[in-house]
């Protein structure tokens, strides 16, 4: 289930909360007042945004390629013109 921060605009207490996703509290735990409201989260998934393994993109190796297929086609390109 996971785990949702609410907090009371009364007393401005926050706490953590865990349900499934459905569900809502509506009263305060600490006040019981009803003006409790869900607070937005963030996820975040660490094992994405480490950059010290990161395995190269796909297609990486292809793009490089063709880089420099055009940079020895121009090349030879130059080389032909400067023949005739």
Known sequence: MPTYIYAC???L??????????EEIEIC????????????????NL???K????????GSH???F???SKDELKQQKTELKERT
């Open 66 to 68: 063709i880089e420099k």
């Open 29 to 44: 735990v600490v006040c019981e007042s009803k003006n409790v409201y869900r607070k937005p989260s963030l996820f975040c």
């Open 9 to 11: 605009e009364d007393c």
């Open 13 to 22: 207490e926050e706490w953590k909360e865990r349900h499934s996703m459905h």
């Open 47 to 49: 094992s994405k945004t």
């Open 62 to 64: 292809v793009k490089e």
């Open 51 to 58: 950059t010290d393994n990161r395995k190269p993109k796909v």
